[in-house]
């Protein structure tokens, strides 16, 4: 419970209903979008001001209290899990898109807007934001900068951290900060690229200036299905060393492409082991001539099955699956665990064959989808949180499956964030010397620690008594005694 | 070359230890920009010893290599795989590397259009205050594990660390490129450049000077000559030529005496009223100004803040002291803690970026 006067200093600024300490209110925000990990806050404030947030900053900051911000709490990392201790701030309720600058091509948003409603917003310009995580219909666009959220066009348009302008951020003593400006770049250090997916440990973004781009005239998909992974992986490569840069590319193993079609009757190839789903986009010519040689590619790759899309319905179709790719494993499944490793993709065949290795091993199903133009996998673990021991062996699985990721040059975590969740991963990813920058990064900020303490960064302790398995960059202690 | 990282080890702590500033330096062709370094009894840690390209895989887009590697020899390497560094960073001398261009944190005509230096930016290896070996990023395009320290020091003037090596995202060179050159006024001028950069145009540069637009279309041979057909203007037969000379400062605008001011603001500004001669780039977002007559350098950066972004003293031929946009009260405040930070006994580059770093 809060104390009595933390609670009569809030209600003198918020109404009653913008401060939750009953346990039933608390309830709904216990977890984020990775619901194994729940924890009752001590409070949830709900402001809709920046100056209200000020407030409660300073309040906290003056009783050492912590706080953990929240956008829509769609986040796979648990990023957003309630302090015990702590408030919880929800940024959910500054939803205003403040201003549309069509001839500069910049919108300025609070950052519980939507995702999708700001390229809703500014479609009547012929412009839109192109980050488009999956989850970008419920996504705020506070969380997608908390993360540096990607999506399936960022080789070709970037993640959240090369599509914005400027951030107002506020530090926990309540001073305000202008990071970036309206201009392509700005005085001093880029603190616009450190606050990007800083997730909530050094500031809270109070406003957002977004990059918006046109919508190309065209698209258009090829979707190729290969009877080998590994063919699938050099396709990608081919495409790419003949200096396309798809719009987008994406890779679906065969558990996965059964799972959704039998979901969704998408008309992918049953008999594939894995699909690719191969976009291109600009304009009409542009497309004409792009597809046309991605095309001649899949078949020089050694594809089963090509064939390009005919209209829009029929591109929407194909990628209909893959974007239910996380719904077709909630239903053939009780419960998924999402992992978000990445690796440079010449080491996909042997990770994916890793993978299939811990599947055996953990008796654990796991679905692949690929984001494979930029090396980011997402393993889906499909498991049943009801039978005892099987969510801890689900995590023990997934960590396996990271440190495979490090091991293979790549990194814990492409799109998702550290959060509560990877944090032992880590110790493994990073070294001491590492680490301590980390921390003291946060401290330039946060001197006391209190933005969402716990997250992100491990402490040297925790990592040291997880310790004696110490991997990095694939050199391993006594690498020539067994692991299990 | 751990023996070098061994040497540059060795410099910091005997910095570190006597408190007295290291001068990070590369090829020596920026040394005209930023501060001048501050302090007493200066060494000159020479970077470019460290040097050679690491890794470069074409397929997956990214190249590493050590931070003395020349920028020539880094784009040789990629022009022999049909890649480019996309945001074509000025070298302003044939000995620049790419721990300065990083360092520096500049780019060139293609910025508006694919993105900054920064923006390629995918790893970092460095040597802080203390001397510890530190890994930042990597090699793959998405990554967010841990804060975005690689990013961090583009642009930090060598105030937060030696740079050792640098991975970088590389792009394919399009197929065709040609410039198209047409008559407007400065207003107007701003106005379609931005209206263009609204539209699905395979414009990747702008330029405007002497009453003369120039923009630069690259892609498929269909593509470039649709927009062409669009958009209309008179096709340069020298495009290359002239986008080199806007990069690397050696068109006519450039040669003056006088000292030239850098104007980063928000593109769609009308012209300012500023005396002298103005030369656009990045859609009227990058903004380069000869004054011919004194003007305080007061009111250029109030012009330039008024107009949503930052003023520099590019070139100038007097002391250098305060060539950056001064940072407010608060701002000060973090850069200098994450200084102190990264850099607790001062000794890199003092007072190169801010005399307060």
């Known amino acids: 419970?809060?104390?009595?006067?933390?609670?009569?200093?809030?209600?003198?600024?918020?109404?009653?209903?913008?401060?939750?300490?009953?346990?039933?209110?608390?309830?709904?925000?216990?977890?984020?979008?990775?619901?194994?990990?729940?924890?009752?806050?001590?409070?949830?404030?709900?402001?809709?001001?920046?100056?209200?947030?000020?407030?409660?900053?300073?309040?906290?900051?003056?009783?050492?209290?912590?706080?953990?911000?929240?956008?829509?709490?769609?986040?796979?990392?648990?990023?957003?899990?309630?302090?015990?201790?702590?408030?919880?701030?929800?940024?959910?309720?500054?939803?205003?898109?403040?201003?549309?600058?069509?001839?500069?091509?910049?919108?300025?948003?609070?950052?519980?807007?939507?995702?999708?409603?700001?390229?809703?917003?500014?479609?009547?310009?012929?412009?839109?934001?192109?980050?488009?995580?999956?989850?970008?219909?419920?996504?705020?666009?506070?969380?997608?900068?908390?993360?540096?959220?990607?999506?399936?066009?960022?080789?070709?348009?970037?993640?959240?951290?090369?599509?914005?302008?400027?951030?107002?951020?506020?530090?926990?003593?309540?001073?305000?900060?202008?990071?970036?400006?309206?201009?392509?770049?700005?005085?001093?250090?880029?603190?616009?690229?450190?606050?990007?997916?800083?997730?909530g440990m050094l500031g809270i973004v109070t406003e957002i200036t977004v990059k918006l781009i046109p919508i190309p005239e065209k698209a258009q998909l090829v979707m190729a299905a290969f009877d080998d992974v590994l063919k699938a992986g050099n396709a990608v490569a081919n495409v790419i060393g003949a200096g396309i840069i798809p719009a987008g590319m994406e890779m679906m193993d065969k558990i996965t492409i059964h799972a959704v079609e039998e979901f969704l009757h998408a008309g992918y190839d049953l008999d594939a082991e894995a699909i690719l789903l191969c976009e291109s986009d600009g304009s009409t010519e542009e497309v004409a001539d792009e597809i046309k040689r991605i095309y001649a590619i899949m078949q020089q790759s050694g594809a089963t099955k090509i064939s390009a899309s005919q209209n829009e319905a029929e591109r929407l179709r194909f990628w209909a699956g893959r974007k239910a790719a996380f719904p077709a494993a909630g239903r053939v499944s009780p419960d998924y665990y999402c992992m978000d490793g990445t690796i440079p993709r010449k080491h996909l065949a042997d990770v994916l064959r890793g993978i299939e290795k811990l599947s055996q091993e953990y008796g654990l199903r796991c679905m692949n989808v690929f984001h494979a133009g930029d090396g980011n996998l997402h393993p889906l673990i499909l498991y049943d949180a009801n039978q005892p021991g099987e969510l801890e062996r689900t995590e023990e699985f997934g960590g396996k499956i990271l440190e495979m990721c490090i091991h293979a040059g790549g990194t814990i975590t492409g799109e998702h964030g550290v959060g509560m969740e990877k944090i032992n991963q880590m110790c493994s990813q990073f070294k001491t010397g590492e680490l301590e920058m980390f921390h003291a990064v946060k401290a330039a900020f946060d001197p006391d620690g209190l933005l969402n303490p716990g997250k992100a960064v491990p402490t040297l302790r925790r990592c040291a008594e997880l310790g004696a398995m110490h991997v990095h960059r694939g050199e391993e202690k006594f690498p020539e005694l067994p692991r299990f | 070359m751990q023996a070098i990282i061994d040497q540059y080890q060795t410099a910091i702590l005997e910095a570190a230890e006597h408190r007295t500033p290291l001068q990070i330096c590369g090829g020596g062709t920026k040394h005209f920009y930023g501060n001048s370094v501050t302090g007493k009894n200066i060494n000159v840690l020479d970077a470019t010893a460290y040097h050679g390209i690491i890794d470069y895989e074409p397929t997956e887009l990214v190249i590493t290599a050590r931070v003395g590697t020349r920028l020539a020899d880094l784009e040789a390497a990629l022009d022999q795989k049909g890649q480019m560094l996309a945001f074509e960073p000025p070298y302003f001398g044939a000995a620049a590397t790419l721990g300065g261009c990083v360092a520096a944190g500049l780019s060139g005509p293609r910025r508006a259009a694919v993105g900054a230096v920064r923006d390629f930016v995918l790893g970092i290896r460095l040597l802080n205050g203390k001397g510890e070996d530190l890994h930042f990023g990597g090699q793959v395009m998405k990554n967010v594990a841990g804060y975005d320290v690689s990013r961090l020091m583009v642009g930090s003037m060598g105030t937060l660390g030696v740079l050792l090596e640098v991975s970088l995202k590389v792009l394919p060179k399009p197929p065709v490129e040609i410039t198209v050159c047409m008559q407007l006024d400065e207003a107007m001028a701003i106005e379609k450049m931005n209206q263009w950069a609204g539209k699905p145009l395979p414009i990747s540069a702008t330029c405007y000077v002497d009453g003369e637009l120039f923009f630069r279309f690259s892609g498929a041979e269909s593509a470039v000559r649709a927009a062409q057909v669009k958009l209309g203007g008179e096709e340069l037969a020298d495009g290359g030529v002239f986008w080199k000379s806007v990069r690397e400062q050696t068109h006519d605008f450039f040669q003056s005496a006088k000292p030239l001011r850098r104007l980063s603001i928000k593109s769609t500004v009308p012209p300012l009223s500023l005396p002298g001669k103005q030369l656009m780039e990045w859609n009227g977002g990058l903004r380069w100004l000869v004054c011919y007559e004194n003007v305080d350098a007061e009111t250029i950066r109030r012009v330039a803040k008024d107009a949503g972004g930052h003023a520099t003293l590019f070139r100038s031929n007097e002391s250098r002291h305060h060539v950056f946009h001064p940072l407010d009260p608060d701002m000060m405040k973090v850069h200098r803690a994450l200084k102190e930070k990264f850099d607790p006994s001062g000794i890199f580059n003092p007072g190169r970026l801010y005399p307060e770093l």
């Open chain 1, 1 to 199: 419970m809060p104390s009595q006067e933390l609670v009569q200093n809030l209600r003198s600024f918020l109404p009653p209903e913008a401060v939750l300490y009953e346990t039933e209110d608390l309830k709904p925000y216990e977890c984020d979008g990775l619901s194994a990990y729940r924890q009752l806050p001590m409070m949830v404030v709900l402001p809709q001001s920046e100056e209200q947030i000020i407030k409660i900053l300073q309040l906290c900051y003056a009783t050492k209290t912590p706080v953990v911000a929240r956008g829509a709490g769609t986040g796979l990392s648990g990023g957003a899990l309630p302090h015990a201790e702590g408030v919880l701030l929800s940024l959910a309720k500054l939803k205003q898109i403040i201003e549309i600058d069509p001839l500069a091509r910049t919108a300025r948003v609070q950052p519980g807007v939507r995702n999708l409603a700001i390229s809703e917003a500014v479609k009547p310009y012929g412009l839109y934001y192109a980050p488009d995580p999956s989850s970008q219909i419920a996504c705020s666009i506070g969380g997608n900068v908390a993360e540096n959220s990607g999506g399936v066009h960022c080789l070709k348009y970037g993640l959240t951290v090369h599509n914005i302008l400027k951030l107002r951020v506020l530090t926990i003593a309540g001073e305000c900060l202008e990071i970036g400006g309206e201009s392509l770049d700005s005085a001093g250090y880029d603190l616009l690229a450190l606050l990007t997916g800083s997730e």
